[in-house]
């Protein structure tokens, strides 16, 4: 059947907030140096995940170091440690995005012309606050990428109807969830195309799991 000549945001990846969570833990308080701990560390890591997915969460957490040939520079440990311990709207506080719900999700996420981040959080909690400050952190990396919010509650956990109702109307298994949607022309006949033009361009090609953190999305899942 030919495909229709448009173009169309969808998933592409989804990301846990209690992976979150440990992974920007992981990296407060280390100036990445090759030591042996890091290596082993690493290298799990990449068994687990396409190495250039890895690359690019690491580049940004990485120290400001790591990022001499840019203008962007990671905001420092205290800076971290404050945005994972505080409520996620806090954090959000003077950030460009934009909240979401069910009536302009469609709108402003899956009509985008841009690549698109959505945060579907609870106002409290570690899992929460951990995975905005990773959300926070990739969006003042990759600023080309649009940030959209999606309050879950205002609680640290998710009342459980809304949990069933946003697991079975958007592609997320779990709460929190930072989800990335890609613009893609499905008149080309192009299967993979990148459109985060350098920024996070591989995580559309992810194809394996971190218990069930990470998920690729399913064509016959889209819409």
């Known amino acids: 059947m030919k495909k229709p000549t448009k173009k169309s945001t969808i998933p592409a990846l989804v990301l846990g907030g209690f992976l979150a969570y440990a992974t920007i833990g992981d990296k407060v308080n280390s100036e990445y140096q090759n030591t042996t701990q890091q290596n082993a560390q690493v290298e799990t890591a990449k068994t687990d995940y396409k190495a250039s997915a890895l690359e ?14 840019t ?8 800076t971290l440690k404050e945005w994972m311990n505080q409520p996620v709207e806090e ?15 469609q709108r402003e996420v899956k009509q985008s012309d841009q690549p698109v981040m ?4 609870n106002a409290q909690g570690e899992a929460s606050a951990g995975l905005t400050a990773l959300t926070k952190t990739l969006h003042e990396k990759f600023p080309e990428i649009k940030l959209c919010a999606y309050k879950l509650s ?10 069933n109702h946003v697991t079975s ?31 996070i361009k591989n995580f559309d090609l992810l194809t394996d799991t971190i218990e069930s953190f990470y998920e690729p999305i399913k064509r016959n899942m889209l819409d």
């Open 56 to 69: 690019n969460l690491t580049n940004a957490l990485a120290p400001a170091k790591a990022h001499a040939g």
């Open 71 to 78: 203008n962007y520079q990671r905001p420092d440990d205290a």
């Open 91 to 105: 954090t959000l506080a003077g950030t460009n995005y934009t909240k979401v719900n069910d009536h302009n999700y």
């Open 118 to 121: 959505v945060l579907f959080y």
């Open 154 to 163: 205002d609680r640290n956990t998710t009342p459980r109807n809304v949990y």
């Open 169 to 199: 109307e958007y592609p997320v298994e779990k709460t929190p969830s930072l989800l990335f949607y890609e613009e893609k022309d499905f008149g080309s006949g192009t299967e993979k195309g990148h459109a985060f033009n350098g920024g």
